[in-house]
């Protein structure tokens, strides 16, 4: 019997046991990647606050080529860890992969300074100066971009509300010019919670999305982070699945503009 | 036609689980037509607390009350639509369900039930 049929059966005999890292891992070794991810997303779930878990899941999905979803992985890792080495290489070099090597030197950076001696990625900063001409620069990185208004032409359409409740981008405003920001974000606090319990209690997995139609306005609420919503509303002449799109997009850009912000 | 003979037709929808009304004000199961699996007093407090909330979070943008609400998770959702003020008609669903068409199933509930 090899490593993988006794690490199957010991998950099919316990699968709450963490069996599953090893099996997962060892898949993705040996270039099972659609089987080591299954196992592993399977393990994610039912342990969400596990950064080894995440961790796990993106380094699959970078195997996979599939980018933007490690960037989701790794990012949850470092909500769960701020110090997690891996996390903070992965996402550097996928800022690398993608053309952001301003991104790319932060994290790198920050893995250094996490890990003196990991030479691993001392080398890959290295690499990263040489190839941009950069040199470290310290000091904090301020985001530059407000994630809801790059994306809104028509401003009031979205907000990013923390789990109490804060508003953190974005507004609605009437027609009158008032600004109801705050007063959407503090309806919306609980929201997320509510969702996640309803949804585990139904067995259901970890909520992703809510979409409200009413006569005259389809709303979408997110969750980019686990510790913050986002809602997105249009009027209804907009088709419900445009908006879902819209959505996917400001999901995507509220948590890179999160992570940077952390 | 009776609550429950709109149910068993929401479940018949291909990929719906379970159907059941729920009182808005105390989120109590009215009618079901549930799966052994489901829990229906669950279901019936939390979107009816789920439903409280979007229809406040309408008010506030000066709209009228939600349609439609669709909780969307990994491994399934759940959809609800109010059947007059008092009453919402809900239907658990799989992820493979065809949303389209549980939606319209789902709104037709709803205006029997009115």
């Known amino acids: ?16 046991s963490l069996v599953f890292l090893p099996l997962a891992e060892t898949l993705r070794r040996r270039g099972q990647l659609d089987a080591a991810l299954t196992v592993a997303q399977q393990g994610a ?56 090597h301003r991104r790319s030197l932060r994290y790198l950076q920050r893995a250094v300074d996490l890990a003196p001696e990991d030479g691993a990625a001392r080398t890959a900063l290295e690499r990263v100066r040489e190839a941009v001409g950069a040199h470290a620069v310290p000091g904090f990185p301020e985001p530059t971009i407000d994630p809801l208004t790059a994306l809104e032409p028509d401003p009031g359409a979205a907000v990013l509300v923390d789990r109490e409740g804060r508003l953190l981008a974005g507004g609605v ?32 997995g970890g909520w992703t999305r809510i979409g409200v139609e009413g006569d005259d306005t389809n709303v979408e609420i997110r969750t980019p982070t686990p510790d913050t919503v986002l809602l997105m509303f249009r009027v209804s002449r907009i088709p419900s699945g445009r908006l879902i799109l819209l959505a996917d997009r400001a999901e995507h850009e509220s948590r890179r503009w999160l992570e940077e912000l952390r | 036609m009776t609550l429950s003979a709109v149910l068993d037709d929401l479940t018949r929808e291909p990929g719906v689980r379970g159907a059941l009304v729920v009182s808005v004000a105390d989120g109590l199961v009215v009618a079901d037509a549930l799966m052994e699996d489901v829990d229906g007093g669950a279901v019936a407090a939390l979107t009816s607390s789920l439903l409280r909330r979007m229809r406040g979070v309408a008010q506030l943008l000066g709209q009228a009350a939600p349609q439609l609400v669709h909780l969307v998770g990994g491994e399934g959702s759940l959809l609800a639509a109010p059947a007059g003020e008092e009453l919402l008609v809900v239907a658990v669903a799989r992820p493979e369900v065809n949303v389209g068409a549980v939606r319209l199933a789902l709104r037709r509930a709803a205006e029997r039930v009115r």
């Open chain 1, 45 to 100: 779930t039912r342990y969400p606050e596990m950064a080894g878990a995440w961790d796990l899941v993106a380094r699959i999905r970078s195997d996979l080529g599939e980018g933007d979803l490690a960037f989701d992985a790794w990012t949850t890792v470092i909500r769960l860890d701020g110090e997690h080495l891996g996390a903070h290489k992965g996402l550097g070099f996928l800022a690398y992969r993608s053309g952001d």
């Open chain 1, 173 to 204: 405003r009437t027609s009158n010019g008032d600004d109801l920001g705050d007063a959407i974000a503090a309806a919306l606090a609980g929201v997320s919670r509510e969702a996640e319990r309803a949804t585990r209690l139904l067995g259901l």
């Open chain 1, 1 to 16: 019997m090899d490593d993988i049929q006794a690490l199957t059966i010991q998950l099919a005999r316990d699968p709450s």
